[in-house]
């Protein structure tokens, strides 16, 4: 039997029990709670040893409840790795415990790394910021081998059966050529950047510039650059190869010395063999490049160096004319030179006209036509001269020089002597610095003088408003002519200032163009696009035109310190590199967007001061 003192104790007892096992539920419930919003950071690579060809899949993935709320993350630069790009993807898991359902959620971002060059290297501890929590990875060791480590691809049609290699680089491979690797400096060369495969045409199904040589130390301009996928026959080193020009770029050395074109780097999707019936075949993407070439510049011989040469280096001829040899006091002719040839038409002056007493040359027209070789062309001058006496007058021969590069010589030519017959005309032409040889005198006695004359009141216009207003025009038109003139005078003497003055105009040609195709949804969109733009900016930032995209890109933010306008130009200019070698991904609809874009980025352009 219980006593009243015992029921009492039970009783505390009870309440401390009850009391232990709350704190108890509580501490627990908000232990869950914490372990609930843990996130849990991993990272990991596809595999450690990988050839320089080869792409390296780094992936970090977050696991937590609240994972999936995580944005992708900017990862610093890994030394001796390029990034490519990262895409995301996310998985869910349920589990029932206890009669509690709980959720785990996994998101994944997969980092695409190109090496850059062979042997051991590590991808270093990589810190984070989620949610105001600080995570760190592991570092990773990676080994670069050269070529690939990859086996050699079963493509949906086999390689050549004479062919006996098992490795990628010996079957699909960057090949740059060039017609000559011993030059002078201002000798004009040219660099053929093509693909070759020894897989069937149709395994290729796409491919894109990742990144594009470097010309320091010459001037360049592209003479073709391929539009879309398109391969002939062709033999190298005595096997059978697929061939497919890319880009082919003439280079003019600037300076002496051994020079460096740099790599062209593709990536190169190749569609692998199907496996079974149910497989429907798969694309591998390799990233490949050409080998670096060196060039050696000579400097042109100083001995024998001709009197007036100006730097005009190859093969040309010259010829002139004359527009009339008959003449009046006061009329004019044209005299014509031309320069034809092959060589560096730009990069030289036109020869000097020695001045002839009383024919007036006045400054010259120079134009000059490069034909699509980008080589060859002709150089025109034509001078405006003024007879300002009669007289018998010769034009001299005129002297051009040129350094033959083939012949290891300077070259002189010599245009013909003319004659002029100047006769006296309806007018007399009286020059400021040559007098007049006579004056004529009306009589020998003074004449008589007049006795009945009739004085005038002459007004005074000084008050009168229309008096000053011709004096108010007079000036501003000594104004304008001046600007005209000072104008014409920068646009002649300045090819630089000419370009940036021809910008617009030249911007607005391509622009109509790009806006015709975009309004028809044509894919040649794409390409008036990039030839306006690229060519706009080249003027703009007076750097060669047919300059890379990088070198484009590089100057733009020189100029304009914005990354947002140079980031919007390298994803248009991409978007038209990816055009030519895959036409039929680009809808309508995407024409469409990508012309407003391309309006969005003129808009921002004309807003930067270049």
Avoid at 122 to 144: A, D, H, R, S, Y
Avoid at 487 to 508: F, P, T, W
Wanted: proline share 4%; aromatic share 10%; with cysteine.
């Amino acid at each position: 039997m219980l006593t009243k003192q015992n029921v009492v104790n039970t009783g505390k007892q009870g309440a401390v029990n009850m009391k232990r096992n709350l704190t108890i539920t509580i501490l627990l419930v908000l232990t869950a709670m914490l372990l609930a919003e843990d996130i849990i950071i991993e990272s990991y690579v596809d595999k450690t040893k990988i050839g320089l060809q080869d792409q390296l899949k780094y992936t970090i993935e977050f696991s937590g409840e609240k994972a999936g709320e995580i944005a992708t993350p900017d990862i610093p630069e890994i030394d001796n790795f390029r990034n490519m790009g990262v895409s995301s993807s996310s998985s869910s898991s349920y589990s029932i415990v206890n009669g509690k359902m709980t959720s785990k959620i996994r998101k994944s971002f997969a980092y695409i790394l190109q090496p850059e060059r062979t042997g051991n290297y590590i991808i270093p501890p990589i810190t984070l910021k989620v949610k105001g929590k600080t995570f760190t990875t592991q570092p990773i060791f990676i080994k670069v081998v050269a070529g690939t480590t990859e086996p050699l691809p079963k493509t949906s049609r086999q390689l050549s059966r004479n062919d006996t290699s098992g490795k990628l680089e010996d079957n699909l491979f960057v090949l740059a050529e060039v017609d000559k690797k011993n030059i002078y400096k201002g000798e004009p060369i040219t660099v053929e950047f093509s693909l070759y495969t020894r897989y069937d045409p149709y395994d290729i199904n796409d491919l894109s510039f990742s990144s594009e040589p470097v010309f320091n130390g010459f001037w360049n301009e592209i003479s073709f650059r391929a539009k879309r996928i398109g391969f002939s026959s062709a033999m190298l080193n005595e096997q059978r190869y697929h061939k497919m020009p890319l880009i082919r770029i003439v280079l003019i050395p600037t300076r002496t010395g051994k020079l460096e074109i740099t790599s062209l780097e593709m990536l190169v999707d190749v569609r692998i063999q199907s496996t079974s019936f149910f497989d429907f075949g798969s694309t591998k993407r390799y990233s490949i490049k050409s080998k670096p070439i060196y060039i050696n510049v000579k400097e042109l011989p100083y001995e024998n160096h001709p009197e007036g040469f100006s730097g005009a280096v190859g093969k040309y001829t010259l010829s002139s004319s004359v527009s009339d040899t008959e003449l009046k006091i006061g009329d004019s002719f044209t005299y014509n030179l031309s320069i034809k040839g092959t060589g560096n038409l730009k990069q030289f002056e036109v020869p000097a006209l020695p001045e002839i007493k009383n024919l007036r040359f006045l400054d010259p027209e120079i134009s000059t036509k490069i034909n699509s070789d980008k080589k060859t062309g002709t150089k025109s001058i034509k001078y405006l001269v003024i007879a300002q006496e009669k007289g018998v007058f010769n034009i001299p021969p005129i002297s051009f020089s040129y350094f033959d590069p083939y012949q290891k010589k300077y070259i002189i030519k010599q245009t013909r002597e003319y004659t002029l017959n100047v006769q006296e005309g309806d007018m007399t032409f009286i020059s400021s610095s040559a007098a007049q040889s006579s004056v004529e005198r009306e009589g020998d006695d003074i004449g008589f003088i007049i006795t009945n004359i009739k004085l005038k009141d002459n007004p005074i216009y000084f008050d009168e408003f229309g008096y000053w207003l011709i004096w108010l025009l007079f000036i501003l038109l000594l104004l304008v002519s001046y600007i005209y003139a000072n104008e014409r005078q920068k646009l002649s003497g300045n090819l630089d200032y000419q370009r940036q003055k021809q910008a617009n105009k030249i911007l607005r040609k391509y622009m109509k163009t790009a806006a015709d195709h975009a309004g028809k949804g044509h894919i040649e969109f794409y390409s008036a696009a990039q030839l306006g733009l690229s060519s706009y900016l080249a003027d703009k930032l007076k750097i060669p035109r047919g300059s890379s995209t990088d070198q484009l890109l590089t100057e733009v933010q020189k100029k304009t310190d914005s990354s947002a306008i140079s980031e919007k130009i390298s994803s248009l200019l991409e978007k038209c590199d990816q055009s030519r070698f895959m036409p039929g991904g680009f809808s309508s609809n995407n024409i469409e967007n990508d012309f407003i874009f391309m309006k969005e980025i003129i808009a921002d352009i004309s807003k930067t001061k270049i």
